[in-house]
């Protein structure tokens, strides 16, 4: 299968990271998991991803998230899981929140927004103290990717 369950401690980090900075997402439903394939976007690797799940989705995962199913899906890149500092998938999961967006006015509240610009302002003021922090986990990925390409 392409897709795995993430470890316990992303829902344990997800909890602190909502209670710090992620009050809309009080009651937002979210499925975390690892992506056991390999991400890319425009030739770069992508560590993680927020999506909305589909309609079909949804109602498929109406059971595990009561109502209208999950509002959101984390896919979080398996090598970043098994090889990464936690403080570095801290980051990763922070990133991916912040594409979440709260509006109360709408019959389906739960929104995906795009970067500021190719990050989040509120990360790069978070992220003062390691500013190159994304690409050294993205090469850091990358290089085990290659060496498990190597190996094959």
């Not at 975390?32 to 999506?51: D, Y």
């Not at 109406?62 to 509002?71: I, Q, T």
């Amino acid at each position: 299968m392409k897709y795995d369950d993430v470890p316990e401690m992303i829902y344990e980090m997800y909890e602190r990271l909502k209670g710090k900075y992620f009050p809309q997402l009080a009651n937002a439903k979210i499925l975390f998991l690892i992506n056991k394939k390999k991400m890319m976007k425009r030739g770069s690797i992508v560590l993680g991803k927020m999506v909305k799940p589909s309609d079909l989705v949804k109602y498929l995962s109406r059971n595990e998230a009561p109502e209208e199913g999950y509002d959101y899906i984390m896919l979080l890149d398996s090598n970043l899981i098994k090889h990464c500092e936690e403080s570095d998938i801290e980051k990763v999961v922070r990133h991916e929140l912040r594409h979440t967006f709260y509006d109360s006015d709408s019959k389906n509240p739960y929104k995906l927004v795009d970067h500021d610009f190719s990050d989040f302002y509120d990360e790069v003021e978070l992220n003062q103290d390691d500013p190159t922090w994304a690409k050294r986990v993205s090469t850091t990925v990358s290089l085990i990717y290659h060496q498990e390409k190597d190996e094959r």
